[in-house]
């Protein structure tokens, strides 16, 4: 079954640190995005991204935040200088463009530190 | 912001009972609603999902019901198994916002054997 795959699954990086995190979304898809979850907290929308260019973005994802799909397969999420409170479970997330509203296929996560 | 709220951060089942989730919202211009359950160190798996159209959607074991006068959507889960012990989230989402989800905080369900 197609899924989508995030790397690092942990990444540990000192404050003030660049960090890409990145993701291969089902390839048949077309809609892509970032959640994160702040340990104890709810699942918090960033960002989605469609025809190479970002759809909506919430109040989380300034201008320390970037996204990319640099080639056909990768979509990477970048936090340009890292705080602590950036230290979360961050989900990418995939759809297709159903007749529905696409469910949203999720990656296992990856688990930032920011020390 | 809690746009979507699940009331109960836990419930506990016995296996073979009905275990039912709760979420309710706030937001009336959601019409789109899903069900997502949640294992430690894993990411939200997607269970069902109804549209505003509906009030109830049925698959398998699971049963989504909505009611939009009342804001409230509730996930059945009949019987309960030990495997379905995880946290369920409940999601909503409106037609022209590009698909983003809004979460509701999360119900940590346990059926015990």
């Known amino acids: 079954e197609p899924e989508v795959t995030q790397t690092p699954s942990h990444q540990v990086t000192q404050m003030g640190q660049e960090v890409i995190l990145r993701c291969v979304p089902i390839s048949n898809h077309l809609y892509f995005y970032w959640y994160r979850q702040i340990l104890g907290q709810k699942v918090e929308f960033l960002v989605s991204?469609?025809?190479?260019?970002?759809?909506?973005k919430s109040e989380i994802f300034d201008d320390q935040f970037s996204v990319e799909r640099p080639d056909g397969s990768n979509f990477t999420l970048k936090i340009r200088s890292t705080k602590l409170e950036d230290s979360a479970m961050y989900f990418c997330?995939?759809?297709?463009?159903?007749?529905?509203?696409?469910?949203?296929?999720f990656g296992q996560g990856t688990r930032l530190t920011v020390v | 912001d809690q746009q979507v709220k699940q009331n109960s951060p836990s419930l506990s089942v016995q296996e073979g009972r009905i275990s039912i989730l709760n979420c309710d919202y706030t937001n009336s211009m959601f019409d789109y609603f899903l069900w997502y359950k949640k294992y430690p160190a894993e990411g939200p798996t997607f269970l069902i999902s109804i549209s505003s159209i509906k009030d109830k959607n049925e698959d398998g074991r699971f049963t989504v019901f909505l009611n939009k006068s009342a804001k409230h959507l509730s996930l059945h889960i009949v019987p309960s198994q030990p495997g379905d012990s995880a946290v369920y989230f409940c999601?909503?989402?409106?037609?022209?916002?590009?698909?983003?989800?809004?979460f509701g905080g999360g119900t940590r369900l346990m059926v015990k054997p």
């Open positions: 999601a909503a989402s409106v037609a022209d916002a590009g698909n983003m989800l809004t």
């Open positions: 991204f469609y025809n190479n260019e970002i759809s909506e």
């Open positions: 997330a995939s759809g297709d463009r159903a007749w529905r509203r696409t469910e949203a296929f």
